[in-house]
């Protein structure tokens, strides 16, 4: 295989990534569920060269309102397709766009923009008028993709010449993104052309077999997954179908429409999902691709979604890995392997890429089968923590990145999670295999989480479909043989602290128990 232009040098580059896919695909559609907060008279129907003219006419308007190489460019608005533009226009000048989560806490957003040292901010009204009011962000210059208050517009500069596309040394920062932030204030994470070129090859090369087919993605649009995904399916010249509401009445009809063959989200939303394998219109039935992003996914939710297929052998790619790192360990379910799935078996490194291996608390690899600390070997690590460098620092040990995670790895080299070290209760070997059991055992769960309570003893949080009660006999049944734990919690799903990537914030779950003990359903 001849090597991509976006390749050359070692470096993977946000800029050039619409034109280049254009000029090789030509007008290949992509589809949207809701019109561009940048351009909302283009409706939802664009193709590959309307995206690489709005990319350029962003560039544009960015360099006339004065962005220039190197300078750090925030964008924090309102969750829309336009995030991934503005940042690919960003990168086009040669800025650094770094995006914050439009569901990051005010207080949070204000920390962050403090650490990015006086940045240009992107922003929409619904953000200043919002959970913004009140707050004097340290930044350089506002500008609004709207018409919002206290705000230059971008739309002043509408018309504005794109500058030449300016290229970065592949070692120089090139993006920043946030880690989940589930034990405290997420860290911005500094990637470079060349760290990301390494997260790219290995993930281009699992999206051979799928080149071409449709794909719709339900994804951060501030995560780095998104766009080395975007990396790849651009370059096999698939058609899009991007996603910013999960709601599977909404979704149900649009996949239906357009009959993707590669389907990816967070674990959360396809545990949402399940309720599509037997939607009206049959709107999973030509998948041949899931793809599970970074985080362990429970069995019957990857049975379910197989069983939605009818391709012949569809197969759902597991990655396992944070944004520090990219992806560091991979692995795929089929209808015959998910039957008998472990759940917490994340697969293993990427040859030639990654090598995982597990320590003790000396930081002493253990042997094969032996629990303790996962670290990771990657090209594809960033390269510090901005603002918070000796904490990078305090992450690796000769080369090897600590995970947070505890696992397990076996003869054959194959990582199994056991739990995050941050929520580790002693009582139990994993709260993960007793989350998975439940789901497998009681359908009706949408969600379980176990938490530490306030003696650390296991406390499940549950959440289930509907508005019906969790029934007590079905409970005590189901958990007749798992660990000891503290009567449940019934929550709605709504009422779960998460991240931006639908992960959930165990912490913040622990300090809701203790405010809240009774469980009682609110």
């Keep these: 295989m001849s090597q991509h232009p976006l390749l050359a040098g070692r470096g993977f580059y946000l800029g050039p990534l619409f034109r280049r896919a254009a000029d090789?695909?030509?007008?290949?559609?992509?589809?949207?569920?809701?019109?561009?907060?940048?351009?909302?008279?283009?409706?939802?129907?664009?193709?590959?060269?309307?995206?690489?003219?709005?990319?350029?006419?962003?560039?544009?308007?960015?360099?006339?309102?004065?962005?220039?190489?190197?300078?750090?460019?925030?964008?924090?608005?309102?969750?829309?397709?336009d995030i991934m533009l503005l940042t690919c226009a960003i990168s086009r000048i040669g800025a650094v766009p770094a995006l914050l989560s439009p569901g990051l806490a005010p207080a949070v957003v204000a920390q962050l923009l403090e650490r990015l040292d006086r940045p240009w901010l992107i922003t929409d009204r619904a953000r200043l008028e919002g959970p913004l009011r009140g707050l004097a962000p340290s930044v350089r210059r506002i500008l609004s993709v709207d018409d919002a208050p206290g705000a230059e517009t971008l739309g002043r500069y509408a018309g504005a010449e794109p500058p030449t596309p300016v290229r970065p040394n592949p070692r120089e920062p090139a993006l920043i993104t946030h880690s989940s932030g589930t034990t405290g204030v997420p860290k911005l994470a500094v990637h470079c052309p060349h760290a990301m070129w390494n997260r790219l090859v290995p993930q281009q090369a699992m999206g051979w077999p799928t080149r071409r087919e449709t794909a719709a993605l339900h994804m951060s649009f501030v995560h780095s997954r998104f766009y080395h995904l975007l990396g790849v399916l651009l370059r096999f010249g698939s058609p899009l179908v991007l996603i910013t509401d999960p709601d599977p009445a909404a979704v149900g009809p649009l996949l239906a429409r357009?009959?993707?063959?590669?389907?990816?989200?967070?674990?959360?939303?396809?545990?949402?999902?399940?309720?599509?394998?037997?939607?009206?219109?049959?709107?999973?039935?030509?998948?041949?691709?899931?793809?599970?992003?970074f985080d362990a996914i429970h069995p019957r939710t990857v049975r379910r979604l197989l069983d939605a297929s009818t391709r012949r052998a569809p197969r759902l790619i597991q990655l396992y890995g944070q944004s520090e790192t990219g992806p560091v360990a991979f692995r795929w379910f089929t209808r015959r392997s998910a039957g008998r799935a472990d759940g917490r078996r994340v697969g293993i490194g990427i040859p030639g890429f990654t090598r995982v291996r597990i320590t003790d608390a000396e930081g002493r690899r253990v042997p094969p089968g032996t629990p303790g600390r996962i670290e990771a070997r990657t090209r594809g690590r960033v390269l510090t923590y901005l603002g918070a460098h000796e904490q990078y620092e305090r992450q690796l040990d000769g080369g090897w990145w600590q995970m947070g995670d505890l696992g397990c790895v076996s003869r054959l080299g194959a990582l199994r999670l056991i739990d995050r070290e941050a929520d580790r209760i002693d009582a139990v070997h994993s709260n993960l295999e007793i989350e998975d059991a439940l789901m497998e055992r009681l359908e009706e769960l949408r969600e379980v989480v176990v938490v530490a309570g306030a003696d650390r003893e296991p406390v499940p949080v549950v959440c289930v479909r509907g508005e019906r009660p969790l029934d007590p006999e079905r409970w005590r049944a189901a958990t007749a043989d798992l660990p000891a734990m503290a009567e449940p919690r019934q929550w709605r799903f709504e009422e779960l602290p998460m991240t931006a990537t639908w992960k959930v914030k165990r912490v913040e779950i622990t300090r809701m128990l203790a405010a809240r003990p009774s469980g009682v359903r609110a």
Aim: proline share 7%; glycine share 8%.
């Design 24 to 81: 090789r695909h030509g007008a290949v559609f992509v589809t949207l569920d809701r019109p561009l907060d940048t351009h909302p008279s283009l409706g939802v129907h664009l193709d590959y060269r309307t995206l690489a003219d709005l990319v350029e006419e962003l560039s544009g308007r960015l360099w006339a309102a004065g962005v220039r190489p190197a300078e750090r460019v925030a964008v924090h608005k309102t969750d829309n397709v």
């Design 258 to 293: 357009h009959r993707p063959g590669i389907v990816e989200t967070h674990p959360n939303t396809f545990v949402l999902w399940e309720e599509l394998a037997d939607a009206p219109g049959a709107p999973l039935s030509r998948v041949t691709s899931y793809g599970s992003t």
